[in-house]
């Protein structure tokens, strides 16, 4: 009984057997400490000095408040009260553990606190790593999701799929110098993304110049890219003027509807953009620039390289890193969200609180959108202007879309009749093969096909069989 830690006034008179008992509590798993009524460390098990990793003889006969002050068993001999489950921690120890702490009664009177706990500090270690790597996750993905989605690309709206992947690659563009020519039909965002390029990229507080090259007349394009020198020609100003390739010096050019520029300034610009040089027109001098370069275009490049219409030394000066917008039909899912982000702002501008009817939403799923975004967009600023109910109705949409919508189920119905006509057809087919089979005989064919034999005779006449 010595090498036990039992504290030696301890009685185990009222034992049955008090050496299976001590096996027990000796074998146990989880560690054991039991105090007395006065807080007094009267038993600690072999479990307890290994999981703890004290010897018996430091514990065993000291106050539990001078070891752990902190210690549950302390509540339990002042409130009598079980305290189950506590996590705590043994500050001196450095350990954590979990304690089911138990008073002991004997004759209603508490005469000690039994206590089982567990060693949770390797728990504890490894859910505290998980939470930091659930930090760390966390943080990984707010800068994912920052990534993704840069401020200067939180306007353009969408989740589709194709779209996404499309904003992303234009996102890693905006990173870089790269040239990029983007692609798409009118009103699917090319301007949009453009600005969200630069206003992303190194070059944000330098200027943004952005040319229209079909809206300006062909013999003005080439003074407002690449500027004059006074007196260059008639109505030329006095001091000259900076063109807009050299206004664009350390920022971004973004030369829209590059497909409409003539051949022959064409070749200037390429020359340009390969020199990084650019020379006024009646100038002598030539003046560096650093530009990076967005172009546009609604025309397919690669056709107007057929038609001689556009250089391919060109388009592969601009096609370095290439972006192609979605047409809106193509990307339908977007609809809905498009149609409310339009509603929400100019309902806001208009300061009204107008709702889209159902009926309408599933019309705009429906339509084609040639216009694209852009369409959508007007449809919506129009229909909040006129809509005076709670409800955006079919009557608050231009003529224009609601015929258009109209023709469009003409069309699809005409397609059914079509198909119609292709059942016709096999009909005819079927009951001239039964009248060949039958050696013309009626009765027969009749009993082939299955058919009434009015009906029959009715389709003989339809379809002028003999
Ligand atoms: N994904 C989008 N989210 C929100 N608004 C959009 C989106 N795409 C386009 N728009 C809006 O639609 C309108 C047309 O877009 P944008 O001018 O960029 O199209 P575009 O492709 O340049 O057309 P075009 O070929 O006619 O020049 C703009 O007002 C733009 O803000
Ligand atoms: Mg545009």
């Known amino acids: 009984m010595e090498e036990l830690s039992f504290y030696k006034n ?3 008179d009222d034992l049955c057997d008090q050496s299976f008992l001590v096996m027990v509590l000796e074998s146990m798993y989880d560690a054991l400490v039991v105090v007395d009524s006065t807080g007094l460390i009267v038993y600690v098990n072999p479990a307890y000095t290994r999981e703890l990793n004290v010897k018996s003889s430091k514990v065993v006969g000291k106050r539990m408040k001078d070891i752990a002050p902190e210690s549950i068993v302390l509540k339990v001999l002042e409130t009598g009260m079980p305290e189950i489950g506590v996590q705590s921690r043994i500050i001196k120890l450095g350990i954590d ?11 209603g009177k508490l005469t000690g606190v039994v206590s089982v706990f567990r060693n949770i500090t390797t728990i504890r270690n490894l859910s505290e790593q998980l939470e930091k790597m659930k930090d760390y996750q966390d943080y990984l993905q707010e800068q994912l999701l920052k990534r993704a989605l840069p401020e200067e690309f939180k306007g353009i709206i969408g989740n589709n799929t194709k779209f996404r992947s499309m904003l992303t690659r234009a996102m890693l563009a905006a990173r870089s110098e790269i040239t990029i020519l983007i692609q798409g039909e009118t009103g699917t965002g090319k301007d949009l993304i453009a600005n969200a390029v630069h206003n992303a990229s190194k070059r944000k507080k330098n200027p943004f110049i952005e040319i229209n090259c079909a809206a300006i007349p062909e013999n003005l394009l080439e003074s407002e890219l690449f500027g004059y020198e006074g007196g260059a020609f008639t109505g030329a100003k006095k001091g ?9 010096d350390k920022g971004t050019l973004f030369l829209d509807e590059i497909g409409d520029m003539s051949i022959v300034l064409q070749s200037k610009l390429l020359r340009a953009l390969q020199e990084k040089r650019i020379e006024r027109i009646g100038g002598i001098d030539s003046i560096k620039v650093d530009i990076r370069l967005i172009a546009a275009t609604n025309q397919n490049l690669e056709t107007l390289i057929q038609e001689n219409k556009f250089r391919k030394d060109l388009f592969y000066r601009l096609n370095v890193f290439s972006i192609e917008t979605i047409p809106l039909r193509e990307r339908r899912d977007d609809i809905p969200i498009l149609s409310y982000y339009f509603l929400k702002k100019f309902s806001e501008e208009e300061n009204k609180k107008c709702k889209l009817s159902e009926n309408v939403l599933n019309k705009f799923m429906e339509y084609n959108w040639p216009g694209n975004i852009r ?3 007007n449809i919506v600023e129009a229909a909040v202007v006129t809509c005076n109910s709670r409800f955006i109705e079919l ?3 231009p003529a224009y879309f609601t015929a258009a919508i109209s023709m469009h189920r003409t069309k699809k119905q005409n397609e059914s009749f079509r198909l119609d006509s292709c059942t016709m057809k ?9 009248l060949k089979e039958s050696n013309n005989n009626k009765s027969k064919a009749i009993k082939m096909l299955c058919i009434s034999r009015s009906a029959f005779y009715e389709k003989l006449k339809k379809y002028q069989i003999a």
Do not use: Q
């Open 10 to 12: 301890i009685r185990w």
């Open 97 to 107: 553990v979990i304690v089911n702490s138990t008073p002991i009664f004997k004759d």
């Open 240 to 248: 000259g003027k900076p063109g807009k390739i050299e206004l664009a």
């Open 375 to 377: 369409e959508l967009m």
């Open 395 to 397: 009557r608050h949409l």
């Open 426 to 434: 096999v009909e005819k087919e079927c009951i001239m093969n039964a």
